[in-house]
């Protein structure tokens, strides 16, 4: 548990930071400037907790701060924070309401405070996100090719195929230095590829440090109960991190393809009754609970006991 004297709930915005301390109860305003975060950090002490919303490069600056002065805080999903306000029935939204009941959920729930950040890490997952990007674009590219009824237009649309292919393979290159060690290890368990590996070093920095059920929900895989009164409902998962899940997915299909373990485990489910996606799903769960345990031990596949 998290012991703190004082909690903070900070409204993050492009161009301003509410802020809401609860040792004085004042709301501030300030700029979202390095220099104005700077200042207002200063103020604060170790024994302080502050809590604001995920709001991607807005917070960067903010996370830098308070990184720097060694202050504790937490990054929460807004999904979070809007189901907290509804039950403790904050129905107005303001930036200043906002602050004061991001320091009221920083005080009820005492989120556990994000870990310090890998520099190498960080650079893994800024390269994946934009090589999904490209990705992305060249797909599209592709699609736009395949319809064009010019053969002019086909042939510049080609062209730029060609940069992003290159562009593509580019970050591919930076992306295999940096994860060379992990991959290799990761890439012993049947079904799991470069893309996988990149997704799931980039967004888990949790593996091999968690238990496999925390695990499996932080990926979105975790089955939950759909229960009320004498009423069962089927067990679905939710939330999680999409790309995570997305990418082990595809590697539960590549291993039911490749591997007897994984082959057998699906088809006894299949036998069962399962909907195969259901059966995938179970697949791409027990993946990451090898996963997990080869990266604790440091030990490739078959040399590893999952817990």
Known sequence: MIIALRYVGIDVSKKHLDIFDEADGVPRRIANATQAITQQVARWQCDALVVFEATGIYDLALREALRQ??????????ARARDFARASGL??????????MLAAFARAMQPAPEQVADPARGALA???KRRDQLVLMRAQEKNRRS??????MAERIG?????????????????????????KLMRSLPGVGP??????IAQMPELGRVGPKQLAALAGL????????????????AGGRKRVRDALYMAALNAV????????FYARLRQAGKPAKLALIAVARKLLTVLNAMMRDRKPYLQTKPT
């Not at 129905?91 to 004061?100: E, F, S, V, Y």
């Open 69 to 78: 002065a060694g202050i504790q805080f937490a990054r929460i999903n807004p």
């Open 91 to 100: 129905l107005a939204k303001t930036d200043p309401i906002d602050a004061r």
């Open 126 to 128: 800024r390269l994946a």
């Open 147 to 152: 319809e064009a009824d010019d053969r002019a």
């Open 159 to 183: 062209r730029l195929i060609e940069v992003l292919d290159s562009e593509i393979a580019g970050i591919e290159a930076d992306i295999s230095a940096l994860i060379a060690d992990d991959a």
């Open 195 to 200: 893309v996988a590996c990149m997704q799931l």
């Open 222 to 237: 975790a089955p939950f109960n759909v229960d009320s009164g004498t009423f069962r409902g089927k067990r679905k998962i």
């Open 257 to 264: 393809r490749r591997a007897d373990p994984f082959k057998a």
